[in-house]
């Protein structure tokens, strides 16, 4: 667990809700790293700009963070490291005097810190206690308490000055039980509930998380979790498996989805069930690793060479996503085809608060339906993509005796043998696209609207991840702003969402995506003829400030643009060591010495 | 005797194509062993060889090009009680899928993967293949191949393939028994067949096949690995050995999973979900 989770579970299990954000390099050790954790009573969506206390555990930390700090922002920071220049509360801790007095690495300065930060906040010290045991509960007696001590020093010494303490986490005493839960995390959970049985994905920032969760739940819960040797062997095996029956899945980023998209045709034409997990992050090709974008939304809708129906879902946060992915796995097998669950990096990897009773509810709760997919059938002889209707032909889980069929990537008749017949061919085209007149009538959902359109004189259009910021923006803004929220993005139906916006005629409506080219709003234009005009757009591979989104409705000059460090100033302050010349040709030299002591010792 | 035919439609390869021979070896093989089309999971790649798909019956996949060995590994995973075998050509498992096949062998699954060897691509008519010989011309070489031919014996032999063995198309009798022993086998087993491509290679005919291969002698031991490597390693002489070159014993990969008992695709729905949620509070 990283300390950042820790401190959040701190404050959930005080009773508060939290929203988590974490911003790190494409590096595996060094840069800059943060963690940024907002606490409240009340259900919260985003992160906040203005910060009420920080942590510096370098110089650095106070020079790029220094622009959203205030007078009341309290500054936890070394001493003999740096003096903070400006007027802050102040707390010096001495940690690099703890961390030679107890022989200790620098990762164990977090947990003095953490200490410390629960000290200034007015939290209960025997929270953070019970968090360590659990956590180090395998390593033994020693390591706990030698942890535990390491927290109360951070405690006392925070302690002991005569600052005003706030009271942000002060123990609440009834509380519903909360999960801290990411979004990659509730997919996780969403399939489980979903009884997906085989999962398989290839690593990549930012899906890969879900890949480690379920490898490491899969011995409990029976799931079969691969790592395959590239995307197209992924979705590929996961293919043959949905096709002898079990529910299956796969997850990535852009570039092994675009790897993927032969296979989702394939899927279209065989009508085979499949669900895609998509964590955007920013393209194009390898882009920026480990930041966040909704640059993909365009391609997955059209991903696939061919015309076959697919069905794309963008939850806007971990409850949503959970609900959702359940529902994606229920989606792909009653029409037999793709269904993508659209993420992004900041979704997939920001932590939030949720009511664990009513995860439980829903994943206890849920009845799978399999729609037509059937381990017996009583038709002779058996028509694997008999016309039906509503699209959906009868699908047998192979096995039956006296039964066989192919699931054929050529164009079949009715059995599924291979044709080249024109008028097949025509069967067969309208037979998978009635599929979509079929979702939109049974399974399609609206856009959820918050606040009230009635009263509302400006309207926000959005999708995905960017809900929290908004939902955030609006308890800053008053009841003249309401927001339309779209989960259910790819097929749209145009009439009812004609309808909805004419409710919306006369007033401002601004769409809001983290991507350059608007591309929900070319989506929309595209579905319903529909023509968003304004547009805020970000697409610095940061997700939305609410307090961004509040100035720009209200035609302020941004609050989270007015004293942000220049490029200049925040190479100078992150500046990496390493990246020096001296330095390096120092590592070096470490190196080759090493090896040389390696090699006189082997011989 | 089930009442289920392995025969399809009629099949439309060339007339005097090695595929002829190569399906009656699988068909023969098949009922041999007392398969039907409904006990058989068969995952066909895309091209001559995968066309068969049509013309034998079978609970089957024809996916995408290169694609069918992890089509079929998905296949087994989720019911591993199905004996699953994969038809392709050359191009398919050792170019566009040459990937998927180191890995499968690596992995040992238990797979049976029957390889048309012709040596082109004779659905595109007529392009040159991975396996064909170095300055071989074809239409996309015009001025010969440039690249050496990828070995699939020595390939599948270092990459932990637990049966690997070559056939010929025109002899079919001999066919059937490797193609028997394949699948019989527990892990991943490779059946290479050499074939001619009577429309698009005027080198590499039943006459060229005659000349250049022969049958292992009884005396080959295909327990020792060295021994089999030596032997696929012939075809830089232009020898090709007709046999099995190397059989071991070894775990499968779906032996390895612990948390599989009975198959993936009827067991019963897990919904102890609590330890998993409570985690993360």
Not at chain 1, 55 to 79: E, G, W
Not at chain 1, 87 to 109: A, C, L, N, R
Not at chain 1, 333 to 339: L, R
Not at chain 1, 382 to 404: A, Q, T
């Amino acid at each position: 667990m990283t300390s950042g989770l820790v401190f959040s579970k701190i404050a959930t299990r005080s009773g508060y809700h939290i929203f988590d954000y974490t911003e790190y390099p494409s590096l595996i050790r060094g840069g800059h790293n943060t963690y940024e954790v907002l606490v409240s009573d009340d259900e919260v969506h985003g992160p906040k700009w203005d910060i009420d206390l920080l942590v510096c555990l370098n110089k650095a930390t106070f020079d790029l963070h220094q622009y959203r700090l205030t007078d009341k922002s309290m500054l936890i920071y070394d001493p003999e490291m740096f003096e903070p220049d400006g007027s802050y509360v102040k707390v010096p801790i001495g940690f690099t005097k703890i961390k030679k007095e107890q022989k200790i690495d620098q990762m164990m300065v977090n947990t003095i810190a953490i200490g410390a930060s629960v000290a200034m906040l007015g939290g209960n010290l025997s929270v953070f206690e019970s968090i360590i045991q659990q956590q180090f509960d395998k390593k033994g007696k020693e390591v706990i308490d030698f942890n535990l001590q390491l927290a109360k020093i951070g405690f006392d010494e925070a302690t002991k000055n005569d600052i005003q303490k706030l009271e942000i986490l002060k123990k609440k005493d009834v509380a519903k039980t909360k999960m801290v839960v990411t979004g990659n995390e509730a997919f996780s959970l969403g399939t489980m509930a979903a009884d997906c049985r085989y999962y398989a994905a290839y690593p990549m920032t930012p899906a890969s998380t879900v890949l480690g969760v379920l490898a490491a739940w899969q011995y409990k819960n029976k799931m079969i979790v691969r790592h395959p040797e590239d995307e197209l062997s992924v979705i590929n095996s996961a293919l043959g498996a949905s096709y002898a029956g079990v529910r299956s899945a796969v997850g990535t980023s852009g570039g092994g989805f675009a790897l993927m998209s032969e296979a989702l045709s394939y899927a279209g034409i065989a009508e085979i069930p499949i669900v895609v997990f998509l964590a955007m992050r920013s393209g194009p090709a390898t882009g920026m690793p480990t930041w966040t974008e909704q640059g993909d939304l365009l391609f997955a809708v059209h991903a696939g060479h061919g015309e076959f129906p697919k069905i794309v879902l963008t939850p806007g946060d971990p409850e949503e996503m959970i609900a959702l992915t359940i529902k994606a796995f229920d989606l792909a097998d009653i029409y037999q085809t793709p269904v993508l669950i659209v993420s992004d990096k900041f979704l997939s990897e920001s932590h939030k608060a949720v009511i664990k009773e009513e995860v439980d509810k829903q994943m206890n709760e849920h009845v799978i339906d399999r729609g037509k997919i059937v381990a017996d059938t009583n038709a002779s002889p058996y028509l694997r993509y008999k016309h039906e209707e509503d699209g959906i032909s009868e699908m047998l889980i192979p096995g039956k005796k006296g039964v066989f069929y192919q699931a054929n990537s050529y164009e079949h008749i009715e059995d599924s043998h291979t044709t080249e017949s024109g008028e097949e061919r025509i069967k067969q085209v309208q037979k998978r696209n009635a599929k979509t007149n079929t979702y939109l009538k049974n399974h399609f959902e609206l856009p959820k609207v918050f606040g009230e359109l009635k009263d509302a004189k400006t309207v926000l259009v959005s999708y995905g991840s960017n809900k929290g910021p908004i939902l955030d923006a609006l308890t800053m803004l008053d009841s003249s702003v309401a927001f339309i929220h779209f989960t259910h993005v790819y097929p749209l139906p145009q009439e009812p969402i004609k309808k909805l916006f004419e409710r919306c005629a006369g007033k401002r409506i601004i769409h809001i995506e983290t991507n350059s080219h608007g591309q929900f709003a070319q989506l929309l234009r595209m579905q319903t003829g529909i023509n968003l005009k304004e547009q805020l757009l970000k697409y610095d591979g940061r997700p939305f400030w609410p307090e961004e989104i509040r100035d720009y409705v209200l035609g302020k000059k941004a609050q989270t643009v007015e004293k942000k460090p220049t490029d200049q100033e925040v190479k100078s302050a992150a500046k990496d060591k390493r990246n020096t010349k001296e330095t390096i040709s120092q590592q070096e030299k470490d190196l080759l010495n090493k090896l040389k002591v390696f090699s006189k010792d082997t011989k | 005797m089930s009442n289920i035919s392995f025969d399809g439609y009629a099949p439309t390869w060339c007339p005097g194509c090695g595929d002829w021979g190569i399906r009656v070896g699988i068909k023969s093989a098949l009922e041999q062993l007392e398969f039907d089309p409904s006990t058989i999971g068969i995952s066909f790649d895309i091209g001559c060889s995968g066309n068969m798909n049509d013309f034998i019956n079978g609970y089957a996949t024809h996916g995408l090009h290169g694609r069918s060995i992890p089509t079929a590994v998905g296949m087994k995973c989720a019911n591993h009680q199905m004996k699953t075998i994969v038809i392709g050509g050359d191009g398919g498992i050792y170019g566009e899928g040459g990937n998927h096949f180191l890995h499968a062998c690596r992995g040992n699954h238990d797979i049976t993967v029957i390889v048309h060897d012709n040596m082109v691509y004779g659905l595109t008519t007529g392009q040159v293949a991975p396996t064909a010989k170095k300055g071989y011309k074809s239409k996309s070489t015009p001025q010969g191949i440039i690249e050496v031919p990828v070995n699939p014996l020595a390939l599948a032999i270092t990459q932990g393939a637990t049966f690997v063995s070559q056939g010929f198309a025109g002899d079919a009798r001999s066919l059937i028994e490797i193609i028997k022993a394949a699948i019989t086998h527990q892990g991943f087993s490779l059946v290479n067949i050499l074939q001619p491509c009577v429309t698009f290679n005027k080198i590499n005919t039943y006459q060229y096949y005659l000349k250049h291969t022969y049958k292992l002698p009884k005396e080959h031991k295909s327990s020792d690995k060295k021994e089999a490597l030596a032997k696929s390693m012939e075809v830089q002489e232009e020898k090709f050995p007709i046999g099995i070159l190397y059989q071991e014993k070894k775990p499968v990969y779906h032996e390895c999973i612990p948390q599989l008992e009975g198959p993936l695709s009827k067991r019963k729905r897990f919904t102890d979900f609590e330890p998993f949620t409570s985690s993360f509070v």
